[in-house]
C-alpha cells in the first residue's frame, strides 16, 4: 500500500524534468541565449547603411567605422554589391560600440557593428577595398580594420586601385 502512496509523487517529479529537459536543451533556445538579436536585413541603402526590422519597426544602421563611396562617385556600384551580397535578406547580429550604445546620428541612423556568419561586415566592407575606414573611429575593431586598410592597400583593391587613387 505505501509504495502505491509515492507513484503519483513519483510521475510528477518525472513529468517535472521530462518537460524541464526539453526546454533546457532545446536548440531554439540555446540559439536565443547565444545570439538575442538577430534582425533581418530589409534592405540596403548604401555599402554603409542598411534598413533591419527591429522590435517590429524599420530602423537604419550606419556601419560604424567605415566610409564608403556616396552614390554617383567612384566604386558606388561596386560596394553596393559587396554588402548587398554579403548580408541582403539575412538575419545578422549588431553590436553596439560602448561609446555609441543604442544611440543614432545625426541622420537618425543607429551605429553599429554588423556581424552575419561570425563575421565583422565592417571590416570585410574595408578589406574587400570598397570602404575606408574612418581613422577617428576608435574602440575595439580598431586593429582589425587598419589590418584590413592595410591590406586592401597592399593589394590594390577596390578603392585602392591605382587608377581610382
Given amino acids: ?33 547565444t545570439f538575442p538579436n538577430l534582425w533581418p536585413v530589409i534592405r540596403i541603402i548604401n ?14 544602421v550606419k556601419l560604424l567605422g567605415i566610409e564608403s563611396p556616396a552614390k554617383g562617385s ?19 547580429f549588431i553590436e553596439f560600440s560602448p561609446n555609441t ?10 551605429l553599429g557593428y554588423i556581424f552575419y556568419d561570425n563575421k565583422n561586415m565592417n571590416v570585410e566592407m574595408v578589406r574587400s577595398g570598397w570602404a575606408r575606414w574612418q581613422n577617428d573611429a576608435f574602440g575595439q575593431y580598431a586593429e ?3 589590418y584590413a586598410q592595410e ?8 578603392l585602392w586601385k591605382e587608377e581610382n587613387i
Fill in 1 to 33: 500500500m505505501k509504495s502505491n502512496q509515492f507513484m503519483p509523487v513519483l510521475l510528477v517529479i518525472f513529468v517535472f524534468l521530462f518537460c524541464f529537459s526539453l526546454f533546457a536543451f532545446s536548440p531554439k533556445l540555446r540559439r536565443k541565449e
Fill in 47 to 60: 555599402a554603409d547603411t542598411i534598413v533591419i526590422r527591429r522590435y517590429g519597426r524599420l530602423e537604419r
Fill in 74 to 92: 567612384l566604386g558606388y556600384e561596386q560596394a553596393f554589391r559587396i554588402i548587398e551580397k554579403l548580408i541582403n535578406g539575412r538575419k545578422v
Fill in 101 to 110: 550604445q543604442g544611440k543614432w546620428d545625426r541622420d537618425g541612423r543607429l
Fill in 144 to 146: 582589425k580594420f587598419q
Fill in 151 to 158: 591590406e586592401a592597400k597592399k593589394a590594390k583593391r577596390g
